[in-house]
C-alpha cells in the first residue's frame, strides 16, 4: 500500500501565499503522476495541478501564473506553492499520486486525506 500525506494548509489572507507539501509512504516501487485536486464547498473535485514522472506540468487555466506544481523523487514528496491566493482558491486540497508498490508492480492511483486551506478577502 501507499499513504499520501498532506500538510502545509491553512488560513491567508487574499494575495497571500502558502506551499502544500504530499509525502507518499510505504512499499512504494515507483511513482508516475502527482496531482493536486481541490473540493469546495457543494462543489465537485476538481483537478489543479499535474506532474509527470518527466516533469510535465498541467493547470486547470484559473491558476495558471499564480500556482506551481512540483516533486522530489528522492523524498517522493510533491508540492503545490500557491501564490497571489484568491478567495475562490478556499477549498480542500487533495493529493493523488500514481504509483506502484514493490510487491504487484502495478499503477494504481492514491489518495490523501485533502488539507483545509482558507483564503480570507
Known amino acids: 500500500q501507499v499513504q499520501l500525506v498532506e500538510s502545509g494548509g491553512g488560513l491567508v489572507q487574499a494575495g497571500g501565499s502558502l506551499r502544500l507539501s504530499c509525502v507518499a509512504s510505504?512499499?512504494?516501487?515507483?511513482?508516475?503522476?502527482m496531482g493536486w485536486y481541490r473540493q469546495a464547498p457543494g462543489k465537485q473535485r476538481e483537478l489543479v495541478a499535474t506532474i509527470t514522472s518527466g516533469d510535465t506540468t498541467n493547470y486547470v487555466d484559473s491558476v495558471k501564473g499564480r500556482f506551481t506544481i512540483s516533486r522530489d523523487n528522492a523524498k517522493n514528496t510533491g508540492y503545490l506553492q500557491m501564490n497571489s491566493l484568491k478567495s475562490e482558491d478556499t477549498a480542500v486540497y487533495y493529493c493523488?499520486?500514481?504509483?506502484?508498490?514493490?510487491?504487484?508492480?502495478?499503477?494504481?492511483?492514491?489518495w490523501g486525506q485533502g488539507t483545509q486551506v482558507t483564503v480570507s478577502s
Open positions: 493523488n499520486a500514481v504509483a506502484a508498490t514493490s510487491s504487484t508492480k502495478m499503477w494504481r492511483s492514491y
Open positions: 510505504g512499499s512504494i516501487f515507483s511513482i508516475n503522476s
